[in-house]
């Protein structure tokens, strides 16, 4: 008989900067009271992974410093050797919108990146589709029952001839309808539905379903495309139209428009495209403390291998970057795109006001039990993903990218509404990263997920694409990671399938409505 062996863990932590008096613990269990760090303190409590330790003495009132960056003030005395968490600190207001740094961090000119390339499906307008999908959109939530039970038949019946095609979605929501579509907050969702339908991987093909009665017309949803149009239109199935007598009409009509559509999508070949073509969007969801240091980190360097490729990268969240707008305005290429910073950060915090709400709403439970203390915390974290190159434009809420290099997407934080954001915006390849663990996907583009730490790599095997915790346990670099997803950026892009496309695992669009509902 013996008893099972303890295992011995040599401490690990993990300091972001030089200056920080915190450092966050890396091992999978967490460490006990009593466990030494090298060159630092004994712990004098538990703590578990990812919470962060003080590393010196901070008096009651003393700054709390990681990312080089305040994060809050202890409520308390912390002896070194402490466990710092949200209890035992104070949030430091954001900063203010007067008197920020414009364009003080000039970049130099970056070194371009050539001859990296990938397989895409080239559009008429010279965007690049990853995928080749047949996309239903629709004016209103009232038709997404029957629009439903078409793609159902479409993809049984249809697509089987239809081989170059790899898919088919109807792009549901919830809006139409029932709203102030004339109120200045209606742009937005209108805007993103729009643009959404012109995503690359559609091809340049539209295919509309409208009811008839709904207050955004088809006309007034894609004007240049319905504008000055009879009654009949070869991009448009109307449920309300006299010649539809009985569901089963609508279906066949539905049906004859998608097959005149996939008849074109099936022409198209991918063919090599430059890395100038990539649209990436990147956002992070279930943050966790190691989300700052292994996975964000990692994307920032892949979005600087891309933005020297010649890529766009964009970037979102704006509650999680509020806290680091001094450091956006002063990366920002011109004063123009600072004022343009500025003035999405105003808007965001007046709308949350209006809500009753501030910045401080965003972090989660989960976040919290992640080691994530506050927003402020969560915001230096999820802004390396932003990597280091100058921001050279600014996208508004539901508007198209227009501008190549690294460009800023003024969007909220939750998954379902940047993810959507980003797509109205063009994007042919996602990027998320999690702590503590999403299956989340998108019907209209691949979805590569980067775990911030090993164990839930090894656990969610078949639903993380890439393990990026391997730079907390020191088997790769920032940089080696950084390179890794770069590359898996652009097989992607060129038809390797992510873990949430294998499984078909997909979620809903979610629009952004800061309008009135009537
Ligand atoms: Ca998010």
Redesign the pocket.
């Known amino acids: 008989m013996h008893s099972p062996r303890p295992t011995v863990q040599v401490p690990r932590m993990i300091r972001m900067r030089a200056g920080d008096n915190v450092a966050i613990v890396a091992n999978d269990r967490g460490l006990p009271a009593g466990a030494r760090i090298a060159d630092g303190p004994t712990l004098l409590e538990a703590i578990p992974q990812g919470h962060k330790v003080a590393l010196c003495d901070i008096p009651e009132g003393g700054a709390i410093v990681r990312y080089g960056v305040v994060i809050g003030h202890a409520t308390r005395p912390l002896p070194a050797g402490s466990w710092v968490y949200e209890a035992v600190m104070r949030m430091p207001p954001a900063p203010s919108l007067d008197e920020l740094p414009i364009c003080t961090a000039p970049v130099p000119e970056p070194e371009p990146l050539a001859g990296y390339t990938f397989q895409g499906y080239r559009n008429a307008d010279g965007s690049v589709g990853t995928r080749n999908i047949l996309a239903i959109a629709m004016t209103v939530q009232c038709v997404a029952g029957v629009a439903d039970i078409a793609l159902e038949r479409i993809r049984r019946e249809l697509l089987p001839r239809y081989p170059n095609v790899d898919g088919a979605v109807a792009l549901h929501h919830g809006y139409g309808c029932g709203v102030a579509i004339d109120a200045p907050g209606a742009s937005i969702p209108v805007k993103t539905l729009r643009h959404i339908a012109q995503n690359p991987n559609f091809g340049g093909e539209v295919m509309l379903v409208s009811l008839g009665c709904e207050k955004l017309q088809p006309e007034r949803l894609m004007p240049e495309r319905f504008k000055d149009r009879g009654e009949t239109h070869p991009d448009l199935v109307r449920l309300q139209d006299e010649r539809h007598v009985g569901f089963g009409s609508m279906i066949d009509d539905i049906l004859a428009m998608a097959e005149t559509h996939l008849e074109r999508l099936n022409r198209r070949r991918r063919e090599t495209c430059p890395a100038s073509d990539l649209v990436v969007g990147v956002?992070?969801?279930g943050s966790d403390a190691f989300s700052g240091a292994t996975a964000n980190p990692a994307v920032g360097h892949a979005a600087d291998l891309l933005v020297r490729a010649g890529a766009t990268v964009m970037f979102s969240?704006v509650t999680e970057v509020r806290d680091g707008i001094d450091q956006l305005t002063a990366r920002a290429a011109t004063p123009e795109v600072a004022r343009d910073l500025i003035r999405e950060m105003a808007w965001y915090d007046d709308y949350l006001r209006r809500g009753q709400a501030d910045r401080s709403a965003n972090t989660t439970p989960g976040n919290k039990r992640g080691g994530l203390s506050n927003i402020v915390e969560k915001a230096m974290g999820s802004i390396v993903k932003s990597g280091t190159m100058p921001i050279r434009g600014v996208v508004p809420p539901g508007e198209r990218a227009r501008d190549k290099g690294l460009l800023y997407a003024a969007t909220p934080?939750?998954?379902f509404v940047?993810g959507t954001l980003q797509l109205a915006a063009g994007m042919n390849v996602h990027i998320f990263t999690t702590g503590r663990g999403t299956p989340y996907g998108l019907a209209e583009v691949p979805v590569i997920k980067v775990a911030t730490r090993s164990d839930l790599a090894r656990r969610w095997h078949d639903l993380m694409d890439i393990d990026a915790g391997r730079i907390a346990s020191g088997e790769a670099s920032i940089e080696a990671l950084g390179q890794e997803l770069f590359e898996r950026i652009l097989e992607v892009a060129s038809g390797r399938k992510t873990w949430a496309e294998h499984w078909g695992i997909v979620n809903d669009l979610v629009l952004f409505n800061p309008g009135p509902v009537t």
């Open positions: 956002q992070c969801g969240e934080a939750g998954d940047c």
